[in-house]
């Protein structure tokens, strides 16, 4: 029993980075429906593989769904960019200016400018925008608070649409990404707590306005 569901959750994992890959490079566009029986057929896994992908998916963002309607890809907003745009400062400036009041070893956050800047010499978009993602949540859990790690974890999920479209649009220079992130890196690590502040609130500024104006052009 434990053989099949170790299988059956490898499966699931490959399934649920093959849809998010898919998702995040515009193969299945914003709005496109996600059915658990397309999928399955698609991708030749039974139907319970395909439902827990889903649903994962469903748990970090990407898609979403209505009672009784199958999931579809999350369609961005305006109003939901600002929203998401506005929480992650409140959390992430919050945590840059108590960082800058502590002493941790950054060797993880590093690491992933390091992984950022490879990401963007192979063009590989799907590890350029991990990389984003856990720059930023490698600083946050360094706080060592579960709740606001699952908080910001949730947000930052779902924001991989947002920065995978950044990329895919050409919005933002990757090399301006990194160069941001060095910034913040060094502010906390200076222990300046108001230049941490103003260089995490001016990256994601960067981000959210580019796109929006890039939606507000379609």
Do not use: W
Not at 185 to 208: N, P, S
């Amino acid at each position: 029993m434990e053989d099949n569901q170790l299988a059956v959750v490898s499966v699931a994992d490959s399934l649920t980075n093959a849809l998010r890959e898919r998702i995040l490079t515009q193969q299945i566009a914003a709005g496109d429906r996600v059915a658990e029986a397309v999928v399955a057929q698609q991708f030749g896994v039974s139907r319970p593989s395909a439902r827990v992908a889903v649903e994962r998916l469903i748990g970090e963002g990407l898609l979403e769904r209505t009672a009784h309607h199958a999931a579809r890809v999350l369609t961005l907003r305006a109003e939901t960019l600002h929203d998401m745009y506005l929480s992650r400062a409140v959390i992430e400036s919050s945590a840059y200016r108590r960082l800058t009041e502590q002493d941790h070893d950054y060797a993880r956050a590093e690491s992933e400018i390091t992984r950022l800047h490879t990401a963007t010499a192979r063009g590989d978009l799907i590890e350029l925008v991990d990389a984003d993602v856990r720059f930023h949540r490698e600083l946050v859990d360094l706080l060592g608070s579960a709740g606001l790690s699952a908080i910001h974890d949730k947000l930052i999920n779902q924001m991989r649409l947002c920065l995978a479209q950044v990329q895919v649009h050409h919005l933002l220079d990757p090399a301006v990404i990194e160069r941001e992130h060095r910034g913040v890196l060094k502010a906390i690590r200076a222990g300046d707590a108001d230049l941490a502040d103003r260089l995490g609130r001016e990256h994601l500024e960067h981000a959210r306005d580019r796109l929006l104006a890039h939606l507000g052009s379609e």
